[in-house]
C-alpha cells in the first residue's frame, strides 16, 4: 500500500456507487463506516467486506435527517477514533418535466441531494478541523455541469453540490481537501426511482452505455489516495461512448 489507511464514513453505500466505493475503499485498506437507510443492504456489505480481511461497520442513516447525520459520524468516531474522509454519495434522481408538478419527488431530491450534503459537512467538519485535516469527496453529475430536459430540478440540485464543495474548498483550504466527482451514467438502482413515464422512456436509451459502479469508485480511491498536499477538487467520468 503506497498511501496511510484511513477513516472513510460513506453514504448511501447500499446499493451502486456508495456500495462499489466501499468494496474498492476497504480493498486498499482503509477502514469504512457505511451509511444508508437499508441496514440488511449495509450488514450484508460489511459481511462481506470483513470476511475479506477489511475492516467495515454500518450504522442506518436518513442524510436528510441533520441528528441522524450527526450521529451516524459520531458513531464513525467512536469506532474508530477518527474520521479523515466523508464520501457524500447517498441521492436520488426522479427525473420528470417540470410541467408535470411533481412537487414532491423536487423536494426529495432537493432534501437527499442538497440538505444530505450539507448535513454531511456540518456533522464532520468541526471535528476534522479539531483533528487538523480531513476530506470531503461529494458525489455530484455531469447534470452539474450542464441541463436537460426532465432533469431541471436533478441537475440544479447537483449545480448546488458543485457550488457548495467549491464554497467549502475555498474557506477551508490548509486543512480540509474537497473532491467533486462527477460521474456520467452509470449502473446502479438511480433511475429505479423514476415514476415519470416520459422520464422513465428517456432514461432507457440513455442508459444503454453505462459505466460499472466501480469505475467511479476508481475516481475516489485516486482522490482519497493522494498525500495531504495533493487535493484533486474536480473529477469527470463519462462513458467513452457517451456525448453528452
Ligand atoms: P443508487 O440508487 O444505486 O444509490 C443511491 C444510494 O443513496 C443508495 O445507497 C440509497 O440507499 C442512498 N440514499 C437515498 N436516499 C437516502 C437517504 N435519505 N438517506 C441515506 N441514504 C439515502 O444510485 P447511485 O449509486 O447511482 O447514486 C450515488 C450517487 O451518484 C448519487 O448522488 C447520484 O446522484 C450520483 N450519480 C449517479 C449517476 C448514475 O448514472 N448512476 C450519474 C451521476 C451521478 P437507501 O435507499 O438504502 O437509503
Known amino acids: ?24 475503499l476497504a480493498a486498499d485498506g482503509h477502514r469504512l463506516f457505511l451509511g444508508a437507510r437499508r441496514a440488511e443492504r449495509l450488514e450484508a456489505l460489511v459481511k462481506e467486506i470483513t470476511t475479506a480481511d477489511g475492516t467495515a461497520a454500518f450504522r442506518r442513516l436518513d ?14 468516531r467512536e ?17 420528470s418535466p ?12 432537493i432534501d437527499v441531494n442538497v440538505r444530505g450534503v450539507l448535513n454531511g459537512i456540518a456533522a464532520a467538519l468541526p471535528s476534522m ?20 430536459p426532465t432533469a431541471a430540478v436533478y441537475c440544479a440540485t447537483k449545480f448546488a453540490v458543485r457550488a457548495i464543495s467549491e464554497g467549502l474548498r475555498q474557506e477551508s483550504a490548509g486543512d480540509i481537501r474537497v473532491t ?22 428517456a432514461m432507457k436509451t440513455y442508459r444503454a452505455v453505462a459505466l460499472p459502479a ?3 469508485a476508481e475516481a475516489i480511491a485516486y482522490a482519497v489516495s493522494q498525500p495531504p498536499q495533493v487535493d484533486v477538487n474536480e473529477i469527470v467520468v463519462r462513458p467513452a461512448a457517451s456525448a453528452q
Open 1 to 24: 500500500m503506497t498511501h496511510a489507511a484511513k477513516v472513510v464514513a460513506v453514504t448511501g453505500a447500499s446499493s451502486g456507487i456508495g456500495e462499489a466505493t466501499a468494496r474498492r
Open 63 to 76: 442524510v436528510t435527517d441533520a441528528a441522524d447525520v450527526r450521529d451516524f459520524v459520531s458513531a464513525a
Open 79 to 95: 469506532r474508530y477514533g477518527r474520521v479523515d474522509v466523508v464520501v457524500n454519495n447517498a441521492g436520488v434522481m426522479p427525473l
Open 98 to 109: 417540470l410541467e408535470a408538478l411533481r412537487v414532491d419527488e423536487w423536494n426529495r431530491m
Open 129 to 148: 478541523r479539531a483533528q487538523g485535516g480531513g476530506h470531503f469527496v461529494n458525489i455530484a453529475s455531469v447534470g452539474a455541469y450542464e441541463v436537460s
Open 180 to 201: 467533486l466527482v462527477s460521474p456520467g451514467v452509470t449502473e446502479s438502482e438511480l433511475a429505479d426511482g423514476i415514476s415519470d413515464p416520459v422520464a422513465g422512456e
Open 214 to 216: 466501480a469505475a467511479i
